[in-house]
C-alpha cells in the first residue's frame, strides 16, 4: 500500500523561503518507479499542479506561477521529495499536497490531479504581505 506524508509548511513574509518534503511508503514497490508531484490549494479556489518530476527524474515541469522561484527534486534512496520555495508571495499561500502516480514511462510527468491516484493529507503554507 502507497502512503504519502507531507511535512515542512509554515507561516512567512512576502520574500521569505521554505522547503517543503514529502516521504512516500511504497511497500514492495520501488519508490524510484513512481512520479511525483506537488499540487496545491488556495481558499476557494480549484487545487493546481504546482510541480512534477518524473520517475526517472529527468523530466520536470512546473506552473509558469513558480518558475524560477520553486525547484523539485527527489532522493530515491530516502523515498523523499522535495519542495524549495524561494522568494514566496502571498499567492502562493495554500494547502499543498504531495502525489504519487506509477510512473508508465521513465519520462512521464503529467501535471494534472487525475492523473495521480495516491495522495497525502497536505501541509499549510501561508504567505503574508
Known amino acids: 500500500q502507497v502512503q504519502v506524508r507531507e511535512s515542512g509548511g509554515g507561516s512567512v513574509q512576502a520574500g521569505g523561503s521554505l522547503r517543503l518534503s514529502c516521504t512516500t511508503s511504497t511497500g514492495t514497490y520501488d519508490y524510484s518507479r513512481y512520479c511525483m508531484s506537488w499540487f496545491r490549494q488556495a481558499p476557494g479556489k480549484k487545487r493546481e499542479g504546482v510541480a512534477v518530476?518524473?520517475?526517472?527524474?529527468?523530466?520536470?515541469n512546473d506552473a509558469d506561477s513558480v518558475q524560477g522561484r520553486f525547484t523539485i527534486s527527489r532522493d530515491n534512496a530516502k523515498n523523499t521529495l522535495y519542495l524549495q520555495m524561494h522568494n514566496l508571495e502571498p499567492d502562493d499561500t495554500g494547502m499543498y499536497y504531495c502525489?504519487?502516480?506509477?510512473?508508465?514511462?521513465?519520462?512521464?510527468?503529467?501535471?494534472?490531479?487525475?492523473?495521480?491516484?495516491?495522495w497525502g493529507q497536505g501541509t499549510q503554507v501561508t504567505v503574508s504581505s
Open positions: 502525489a504519487a502516480a506509477w510512473g508508465i514511462w521513465s519520462d512521464y510527468a503529467p501535471l494534472t490531479e487525475f492523473d495521480y491516484n495516491y
Open positions: 518530476i518524473s520517475s526517472g527524474g529527468a523530466m520536470i
